[in-house]
T-cell receptor, first 111, second 113 residues
Framework: EDQVTQSPEALRLQEGESSSLNCSYT??????LFWYRQDPGKGPEFLFT???AGEEKEKERLKATLTKKESFLHITAPKPEDSATYLC????????????FGQGTRLTINP | DAGVIQSPRHEVTEMGQEVTLRCKPI?????LFWYRQTMMRGLELLIYFNNNVPIDDSGMPEDRFSAKMPNASFSTLKIQPSEPRDSAVYFCASSLAGTLVYTFGSGTRLTVV
């Protein structure tokens, strides 16, 4: 069975304290890995897509990386507005449009 | 574009009642998805459509759930009869073929008492 596991479940950081979120996957065949951000009371919002091991994507203070078994979302010098739940999702079947989501990491940045 | 529009934002209903959730996708998007989010199970795909045709409904929990997409700009998810365990946030999302970049609506928070 295809599985996506995110860790930690929750992370609390001080403003400016860099860290990383992990997404590990056990799937029959990875087609793409996606990161979304979800704010309270809202739907998830797309951040990045990664397709092959070694690929990296950056956006402001966030950088996503991909290996053959996991992905990391690195957050550098975070600000309080980076507080959100970060969701990882995988596309597992070629040609299928559906994503399988992990449980998410709830990130809190204290000022 | 106003994004994906869901209604209602909140729904409280009694067990056994019929519930209908509505979604208007982004104009031009040819895929529409219904997801359910709970603390215990996270985001689960219920069903998705391509060009108004249901493609995969393997995530629909049981016969009490049904979904329709009568045209490119409207979809419904119906639960009949509703049960307390159906309480969750239901999200609709749409995308363009080949991108897998979903645009989600703000969700409908359903509470069945």
């Amino acid at each position: 069975e295809d599985q996506v596991t995110q860790s930690p479940e929750a992370l609390r950081l001080q403003e400016g304290e860099s860290s990383s979120l992990n997404c590990s996957y056990t799937v029959s065949g990875l087609r793409g890995l996606f990161w979304y951000r979800q704010d309270p009371g809202k739907g998830p919002e797309f951040l990045f897509t990664l397709y092959s091991a070694g690929e990296e994507k950056e956006k402001e203070r966030l950088k996503a990386t991909l290996t053959k078994k996991e992905s990391f979302l690195h957050i550098t010098a975070p600000k309080p507005e980076d507080s959100a739940t970060y969701l990882c999702a995988v596309q597992v079947i070629q040609g299928a449009q559906k994503l399988v989501f992990g449980q998410g990491t709830r990130l809190t940045i204290n000022p | 574009d106003a994004g994906v529009i869901q209604s209602p934002r909140h729904e409280v209903t009694e067990m056994g009642q019929e519930v209908t959730l509505r979604c208007k996708p982004i104009s031009g998007h040819d895929y529409l998805f219904w997801y359910r989010q709970t603390m215990m199970r996270g985001l689960e795909l219920l069903i998705y459509f391509n060009n108004n045709v249901p493609i995969d409904d393997s995530g629909m929990p049981e016969d009490r759930f049904s979904a329709k997409m009568p045209n490119a700009s409207f979809s419904t998810l119906k639960i009949q009869p509703s049960e307390p365990r159906d309480s969750a946030v239901y999200f609709c999302a749409s995308s363009l073929a080949g991108t897998l970049v979903y645009t989600f609506g703000s969700g409908t928070r359903l509470t069945v008492v």
